[in-house]
């Protein structure tokens, strides 16, 4: 019973001086690992008879509840601190003026279409619009071939 009262203060000193996650994380495998010395303990309670097995169980698993909660509570305030400390170099100046925005250019083809239409347009010729894909009412029902023509075979 005391050994355990003297592991709990040795423990949550351990818990509060660890200054960063991997100190932290060495006193958690220090404490609840596999070869832990709460796991330790809680192997020789077989060795005990049953009245003090039960009050030395209690009081171990009492022990690994206790540990387990400052250890979360210890991990939750070095993540903050490490969050504060990061925000702190990461200030960004939204008085700043924005990046410039690129400046796009024409597509080489609208180039291309306008540089024909500038030669071509002095000379008589208008652009016409149309569809990209001709169908079957463009080629034959707009020009008047009659349903039974051969040309609609094809």
Do not use: C, W, Y
Request: hydrophobic fraction near 45%; charged fraction near 25%; charge should be negative.
């Amino acid at each position: 019973m005391e050994e355990i009262e003297k592991l709990r203060g040795e423990l949550l000193a351990a818990i509060e001086n660890a200054g960063d996650a991997a100190a932290l994380d060495a006193v958690r495998v220090d404490a609840l690992g596999k070869k832990g010395r709460i796991t330790g303990l809680m192997k020789n309670l077989g060795a005990m008879d049953a009245e003090a097995r039960k009050a030395a169980g209690q009081q171990l698993n009492a022990l690994k509840d206790v540990i387990a909660a400052a250890l979360d509570a210890r991990k939750a305030t070095l993540d903050t601190a490490a969050l504060d400390a990061r925000l702190a170099t990461e200030k960004i100046d939204v008085t700043l003026p924005p990046r410039p925005e690129l400046q796009g250019s024409i597509h080489p083809i609208t180039q291309t279409i306008d540089e024909i239409v500038a030669i071509l347009g002095p000379m008589g010729f208008t652009v016409a619009d149309g569809p990209d894909v001709e169908d079957d009412f463009h080629n034959f029902t707009a020009l008047n071939f009659p349903p039974g023509h051969p040309a609609r075979e094809m």
